[in-house]
Nanobody, 119 residues
Framework: QVQLVESGGGLVQAGGSLRLSCAAS????????MGWFRQAPGKEREFVAA???????VYTDSVKGRFTISRDNTKNTVYLQMNNLKPEDTAVYYC?????????????WGQGTQVTVSS
């Protein structure tokens, strides 16, 4: 049993900021990578950012310089600080984690939190 619960989404004007958080609980592997994905209406889910237990990170090109992923290993929580938001960032944002550090896919997903950026 693994639970990932996202929070922090909402409605914001273009240029504004939001900070998403995702708390993991249950039978998680605390050293596993964690990531953020998003899905806009009519589009496939896309990768946004990921971070390892050691805080190595990667971002998709469209958010580089605007978004920052971080994690607090003592709280099993991952964050996504989103600055200079654009309307094209509008999507449901999901956090995810793997069953282990070498897993080939993300195994557990949160329920998602809506981010809407108005122009």
């Amino acid at each position: 049993q693994v639970q990932l619960v996202e929070s922090g989404g909402g409605l914001v004007q273009a240029g504004g900021s939001l900070r998403l958080s995702c708390a993991a609980s249950g039978r998680t592997f605390s050293r596993a990578p964690m990531g953020w994905f998003r899905q806009a209406p009519g589009k496939e889910r896309e990768f946004v950012a990921a971070i390892s237990y050691e805080s190595n990170y990667v971002y998709t090109d469209s958010v580089k310089g605007r978004f920052t992923i971080s994690r607090d290993n003592t709280k099993n929580t991952v964050y996504l600080q989103m600055n200079n938001l654009k309307p094209e960032d509008t999507a449901v944002y999901y956090c995810a984690t793997k069953s282990g550090s070498s897993s080939t896919s993300y195994d557990y997903w949160g329920q998602g939190t809506q981010v809407t950026v108005s122009s």
